[in-house]
Nanobody, 126 residues
């Protein structure tokens, strides 16, 4: 049974928006950091957004800053990624991840995260 499950991926035109969801279990809804990663064909997986549950502080990669917004709903144990002004360069498989490290300094390295979802595909066309 998946402990983290992404949904919301779709095919959209450039300029469009999508909202991804990541449903977590009791054990994987981190008290600390959770993040979104993406991996385009032929490229390495990259961290793009992270959130610290304690004070809801957020971190963004430069490539998505100002366009994407990460958020959480603690009651639903769900993390979200609102993606606006999408471009073909945003085409990738998107993954959510959860960290067990008791740190507020959320990192974008894969090493920082312990639980992963299976991914949801986002395709942006011109």
């Amino acid at each position: 049974q998946a402990q983290l499950e992404e949904s919301g991926g779709d095919s959209v035109q450039a300029g469009g928006s999508l909202k991804l969801s990541c449903a977590a279990s009791e054990s994987t809804y981190s008290r600390y950091c959770m993040g979104w990663f993406r991996q385009a064909p032929g490229k390495e997986r990259e961290g793009i957004a992270a959130i610290y549950r304690g004070d809801k502080s957020t971190h963004y990669a430069d490539s998505v800053k100002g366009r994407f917004t990460i958020s959480q709903d603690n009651a639903k144990k769900t993390m979200y990624l609102q993606m606006n002004s999408l471009t073909p360069e945003d085409t990738a498989m998107y993954y959510c991840a959860s960290s067990r490290s008791p740190s507020y300094d959320c990192q974008f390295g894969q090493w920082f995260y312990h639980d992963w979802g299976q991914g949801t595909q986002v395709t942006v066309s011109l």
